[in-house]
């Protein structure tokens, strides 16, 4: 089947205004992580669903920052009121029996 | 929260050279993993160490985990210009979720 997949690939937003990333993750997995990677940076974890479990928000920056995941299968990451520090890449990675497959990433740029 | 360390942050390495990139933890992990990141692209994993001591060769790639499963390595022979990106690791702790490292960014020299 397909891979994770992410939309839109490139959101280009202006600051104030909420954005919305989706990821698909791959048919079956239980757990689904964001991450953030600014240019030439490392991964910053925001935040991890795990089956039915409550998710992990430890890594959400700030209260504008939500994320859904619905069914157990697709996730959305909700930015509000965004500023132009949230510019980055935003990874979704999907997992089964520990390896992480990763998505292509949202590019977000905030004007 | 537990992390693991990557030394070094960033690696210049001439073409056909060896080069080692090292994983470190403070406390015992549960397993280690390693991924690779092409510029441009999106982490891709590389493969998971779960035993102490444990040795995983991929071609040019030997992956070592410690004997006190709290350090690990990737060590590359005869470095090609296709090795470019950055190399991260993610260790586990217990059943806590997977933790990324920084990451060693490795720029090959023709």
């Known amino acids: 089947g397909a891979g994770v997949s992410q939309s839109p690939s490139n959101k280009v937003t202006e600051k104030g205004k909420d954005v919305e990333l989706r990821c698909d993750p791959i048919?079956?997995?239980?757990?689904l992580y964001w991450y953030r990677q600014s240019l030439g940076q490392g991964l910053e974890f925001l935040i991890y669903?795990?089956?039915?479990?409550?998710?992990?928000k430890s890594g959400l920056p700030s209260d504008r920052f939500s994320a859904e995941r619905t069914g157990g299968s697709v996730s959305t990451l909700t930015i509000q009121r965004t500023q132009q520090e949230d510019s980055a890449v935003y990874l979704c990675?999907?997992?089964?029996?520990?390896?992480?497959?990763f998505g292509p990433g949202t590019r977000l740029t905030v004007l | 929260g537990q992390q693991v360390m990557q030394i070094p942050q960033y690696q210049h390495v001439q073409e056909g050279e060896d080069f080692t990139t090292y994983c470190n933890s403070s406390?015992?992990?549960?397993?280690i993993q390693w991924y690779k990141q092409r510029p441009g692209g999106h982490p891709v994993f590389l493969i998971q160490?779960?035993?102490?001591?444990e040795v995983k060769k991929q071609k040019r790639l030997t992956f070592q985990f410690g004997e006190a499963k709290k350090n690990s390595s990737l060590h590359i022979t005869a470095t090609q210009t296709t090795d470019v990106g950055t190399y991260f690791c993610?260790?586990?702790?217990?059943?806590?979720?997977?933790?990324f490292g920084k990451g060693n960014q490795v720029v090959v020299i023709p």
């Open positions: 990675a999907s997992s089964s029996r520990d390896t992480q497959y």
């Open positions: 048919s079956g997995h239980t757990a």
């Open positions: 669903f795990q089956g039915n479990s409550a998710p992990d």
């Open positions: 406390t015992t992990l549960s397993n």
């Open positions: 160490l779960v035993k102490s001591g």
């Open positions: 993610a260790g586990r702790w217990g059943n806590n979720r997977l933790a």
